[in-house]
């Protein structure tokens, strides 16, 4: 007898988060059970910012090992959702609120307040965000570009600091 996310998800669909994913089938039938244990509202979505399930195993994704990339290579496929490249865009995207394609001060300010809550004050919270600027900004412009971005992190191990050994 299948599992329940095993008859909820159509065959097709799941192999087509599979290739688009890398996950595999019993990797992605866990997590399908996980999403639906979530689905509060039993719609097929998380309710807070209406992420389905599909879109729930594509951000998933950035986080799984590159390494995992070589069980699953298509080399006339699209880039992997973990490659480096991914993972930093995705990152990227985390910071850049308005999408315009730049971190701004206030962007950063934003996200650093998810991050410690009131564990800082403003005044330091508004030191970080200006030294970080002041440390990435190459054109001047007061922000953060993707190019500016990649360069900071650029001896940074990406790979290792988004990745996630998870149901294996």
Do not use: C, W
Not at 29 to 35: E, G, K, P, W
Not at 62 to 71: G, Q
Not at 101 to 125: F, H, T
Request: hydrophobic share 35%.
């Amino acid at each position: 007898m299948g599992s329940r996310a095993s008859t909820l998800l159509r065959d097709e669909e799941l192999e087509e988060i599979k290739k688009e994913t890398g996950f595999s089938h019993s990797q992605i039938t866990r997590l399908y059970s996980r999403f639906t244990s979530l689905d509060k509202g039993e719609n097929g979505t998380l309710r807070e910012d209406q992420v389905n399930f599909r879109g729930f195993m594509r951000t998933l994704a950035h986080f799984r090992p590159i390494e995992d990339n070589e069980k699953s290579k298509d080399v006339n496929g699209p880039e992997p959702l973990n490659s480096r490249s991914n993972k930093l865009h995705f990152a990227f995207r985390l910071y850049d609120l308005d999408k315009d394609e730049k971190i701004s001060r206030d962007e950063l300010l934003q996200v650093l307040r998810m991050m410690v809550g009131v564990n800082i004050s403003d005044e330091q919270l508004g030191s970080i965000a200006d030294r970080t600027i002041q440390e990435a900004d190459q054109d001047g412009d007061s922000a953060i570009s993707f190019t500016e971005f990649v360069k900071v992190l650029e001896k940074v191990d990406v790979e290792q600091k988004m990745s996630i050994r998870f149901l294996h």
